[in-house]
């Protein structure tokens, strides 16, 4: 099986600082994995480098073969991400927020009917509206971003994550602030998503949700990678117990 995204002694410097200090591993296409790790470990600054959010100290990553450089070069190999606090047009509509994502001329060129542009627009909103579906959204394509729940507001993160048809998806806490039954409606998403050939990377940290859900689990701490390895494995990882999940 092929290597969707391999890191090799990635380092990130803040000044003196080693927020990501010589992080290697590999996720291989198709799998469902979590970086975890206490506040401060470096799972986002991490998760920034993967999408090319912020330049690399030294080291490398990357995606399928090729190296990652910045946010455009990553969204061109199929990396998209959610945010640990959620980022959406509020004063947009749910369906508005989708079809930004996604490439190709925007609502201008519709707007002034260039040829061929309003077909074109009509298609991205047959396609964002299917993705609202598939997070359970449609029926409130309509409504303003900011005035649904924090939780709808998740979702709809997703799925405009969804509309760049990645081969990879990064989810930055994406139960953050979720209820029991909301977490297990993620849950449930997120399986069904990987089941669509998505490779996943989440940072989570709720502990339940990532020991009963990925396949593979790396933990940072302070900077460094600590453990590697299945569940199971790492849940009786005596540095993680220390680190991190208190044993």
Known sequence: MADCLRIDAASKHFGGLKAVDQVSFTIQEGALAALIGPNGAGKTTLFNLIAGAMPLTSGTITCYGKTVREPRNACRMGIARTFQNVRLFHELTVLENVMVGMSGAGFLAASLRWPGQV???????????????????????????????????????????????PKLLLLDEPAAGLNRTETGALATLIRRIHQGNITILLVEHDMNLVMRLVEQVIVLDGGKKIAEGTPDAVRNNAAVCAAYLGG
């Open 119 to 165: 077909q074109a627009e009509r298609l991205r909103m047959k396609r964002a509206y299917y993705l609202l579906e598939r997070v359970g959204l449609e029926d409130l394509s309509a409504a303003r971003a900011g005035e649904i729940p924090f939780g709808q507001q998740r979702l709809l993160e997703i799925a405009r994550a969804l509309a760049l048809e």
